[in-house]
């Protein structure tokens, strides 16, 4: 899926690893005219320094968001109700470890060891979606993630897998895949929650109501404040603006929520028919970057999981390890 | 005192362990590319690859990765690091020669001596 497992191999590894502290213009004009023509980008292949390391943060942070979201629809495989519920809910936890597998092989190829990304996410140095730090109290909390979360990353995704970096875009090709399943999954629970008694009813609208906020936040700040740069949008790094994914979020789903007869806790919330865009209050973006520093409700939760697990995993990940391969041990990638 | 939802925070009691914890560089294993066929018969065509600690388990890895959801009869796993490849900026001595006509069905032109034959026979 990432092609080229020589990239790997010692003898082989390019020199692309030293350091490369100045673009040479050349070689610059020449990779930026093949993103133009729309070619993908090859782990061999020269790229400038700042669209490697905008790329490693990017794959990385999305790597760590699959496994750290594991956690919260994870606590509640043990109380999900009924078999076909727990089954599908094991399914898809499943699954979201296995596309952290492979993003963070398609961010290795960028030059990044596995290990080095767990160590920065361990630490606090590397970020992972806002979204996960906050508690799924509810079983209506693990329906509103697996419906309404999954469909903002869908179209988050669908928009990176148009990007210029091709690892990452085959890794995403096979994500959106599995990722259709879980949409299905959550809409199902969704409904059956919107559709049921007075009391199933009322913890969705609860959970709704909750998350509405978080779920505004996903897809970053209002483009007049995000600092993104012309050049990632130019080098397709960025494949869309945070406020043109919302958009687009709120247009396919908004009308799926309503038509249920649930409401959202916006009084603003609506399209305008002329611009074709939305309209909505801002939600709270100082609570936004005060979660991203790490003082969300689950932050320190979330982390020590993941922490106990690496600690604990270790005499396992060792023991494994046979002799012969230990000695052989690549060094991954580019 | 403990308020986490999580039935590992409150077994373990998490939220009291502080410390910092370091992987170790090559901890998480190698990388073995994984090479999935899809009916008896077909090639074995590359869809990933699995961090494991040796060959079988990177079997049981890739079954768990790319076996189970499209169809799979077969899948192979290779270490990355056992690859042999020419360097990439070696690229320009796969260009085709336009000139060795003979090699490609192209470079036969039998319409025009049968034509030929047969407006000569007339």
């Given amino acids: 899926m990432y092609g080229g497992g020589y990239i790997y191999d010692d003898p082989n590894r390019s020199r692309q690893q030293e350091e490369q502290l100045v673009d040479d213009p050349v070689k610059l004009a020449a990779f930026e005219a093949r993103i133009t023509r729309g070619e993908k980008i090859e782990p061999g292949d020269w790229m400038p320094a700042e669209y490697r390391r905008q790329l490693i943060r990017l794959i990385e942070q999305h790597a760590h968001s699959e496994v750290i979201g594991a956690l919260p629809e994870g606590t509640w495989i043990t109380r999900a109700p009924g078999f076909k519920r727990k089954l599908a809910l094991i399914a898809k936890v499943q699954d979201e470890i296995g596309h952290g597998q492979l993003l963070y092989n398609a961010a290795e190829t960028l030059g990044k060891s596995r290990e080095a990304m767990i160590n ?26 697996g419906f309404l979360i999954d469909a903002a990353a869908i179209v988050n995704q669908v928009a990176n897998s148009k990007g210029s970096y091709g690892p990452y875009c085959r890794a995403l090709e096979r994500i959106c895949y599995e990722e259709s399943f879980h949409l299905k999954q959550g809409h199902d629970a969704f409904i059956e929650l919107a559709t049921g008694t007075p ?62 007869g649930l409401t959202l806790p916006d009084p603003s919330l609506k399209k305008d028919k002329e611009t074709g865009k939305w309209e909505y209050s801002d939600p709270d973006w100082e609570l936004f970057f005060e979660v991203i520093k790490g003082n969300g409700p689950c932050n320190k939760e979330r982390l020590n999981v993941r922490k106990w697990a690496e600690e604990h995993g270790r005499w396992i990940r060792k023991a494994l390890m046979r002799e012969d391969e230990r000695a052989r041990t690549a060094l991954p990638v580019a | 005192m403990n308020e986490s939802l999580d039935p590992r925070v409150n077994r373990l009691r998490l939220n009291n362990s502080d410390g910092s914890f370091t992987i170790e560089e090559g901890e998480n294993w190698n990388v073995f590319e994984v090479f999935h066929q899809e009916k008896r018969g077909a090639h074995h065509e590359h869809v990933g690859c699995v961090h494991a600690p040796d060959a079988n388990l990177a079997l049981i890895f890739a079954k768990e990765q790319f076996g189970r959801r499209k169809k799979c009869v077969n899948l192979w796993v290779v270490r990355s690091a056992d690859i042999l490849a020419f360097d990439l900026e070696d690229e320009d001595m796969f260009a085709n020669n336009p000139d060795k006509t003979y090699r490609d069905a192209s470079g036969f032109k039998v319409m025009e001596k049968i034509n030929k034959f047969k407006a000569q026979s007339k």
């Fill in chain 1, 120 to 145: 920065d996410l361990l630490s606090g140095k590397s970020k992972y979606s806002n979204v996960f730090n906050y508690p799924a109290e509810t079983w209506a909390d693990v329906t509103v993630i």
């Fill in chain 1, 199 to 260: 009391a199933q009813k009322a913890i969705l609208q609860d959970a709704l109501n909750r998350w509405w906020q978080p779920i505004m936040h996903f897809f970053g700040p209002p483009d007049k404040v995000s600092s993104h740069s012309e050049k990632l949008m130019q080098w397709k790094v960025k494949m869309a603006s945070n406020d043109d994914m919302r958009n687009q979020f709120l247009d396919a789903y908004v009308p799926k929520i309503w038509e249920l």
